[in-house]
Every structure is written in C-alpha cells, then in structure tokens.
C-alpha cells in the first residue's frame, strides 16, 4: 500500500482556503514526481503500475502533518530528498507579503520509506 503525507508550517498564518490551497498543491506537484508530461495533452507515468495505481483507485492512506517551523521542514525534505516529494512556495500575493515556503508533501510511495522520515510527527490540528 501506499501513503502520502502533507507537512505544513503551523509558525504561520493562514486562512482556511490558503491552507487548503497549499496543500492541494503539495498532493498534486509531489505524485507528479512519479512522471512527465509527454506533450499538452497526456502525461504519463513513468513507473510500474502498483502501489501508486491502486493509490489512484482510492486504496490510500493521505495524512496532513504538522512542523514548528521552516528549519524542520527543510529538514525533512532532505531526509525525503530520494522520494517523490514537492516543497511548496505561495507566491506571495495574497495573505503572505513575500514569497513563503508552506508545506512539503511526500509521495505517495511504499509506507515504511515514509514512515521512516515523518513518524515523529503530530497530525495537524
């Protein structure tokens, strides 16, 4: 099976509809990593079907996770630096006053991989 996690910075502020806008982008550009765009029109993934293709079916598991701060986030997207992950940077143009680095998502890929960099941390409330 396969997971998914989503890390956002609970040192900022944000609305609810910035907050799920952030992680929405987080979930999508972090399984992009899994393929490419072949032209305008079909992307496709560059793996075997699997785990990530039963995640597409709805066998998943996508937890929302939070961090103190920036520093603890870059962290854990070194430690994610061999899996599919995306670190998300609002551009600054609505509730933020400059460009600001909210969340990181991670996968999906095979639960232990996550496991392994995120089991420290507190579901966000």
């Not at 956002?8 to 999508?28: C, G, L, N, P």
């Not at 990593?33 to 699997?50: A, M, N, R, S, T």
């Not at 079916?57 to 599919?84: C, H, M, W």
Request: hydrophobic share 40%; net charge neutral; aromatic share 8%.
């Amino acid at each position: 099976m396969s997971k998914q996690v989503i890390i956002i910075r609970k040192d900022i502020k944000m609305s609810t509809q910035k907050f799920a806008i952030q992680v929405s982008h987080a979930s999508i550009e972090s399984f992009l990593q899994y393929g490419g765009w072949v032209d305008d029109d079909f992307f496709e993934l560059k793996i075997p079907p699997g785990s990530v293709s039963e995640w597409l079916k709805g066998i998943y598991t996508k937890i929302i996770l939070q961090v103190d701060s920036l520093e603890e986030l870059l962290e854990l997207q070194q430690k994610a630096k061999n899996l599919p992950h995306a670190l998300i940077t609002d551009i600054g143009k609505t509730e933020f006053k400059e460009p600001t680095i909210t969340c990181l998502g991670i996968g999906p890929t095979d639960i232990k991989s996550i496991n392994e960099i995120t089991s420290h941390l507190k579901i966000y409330k």
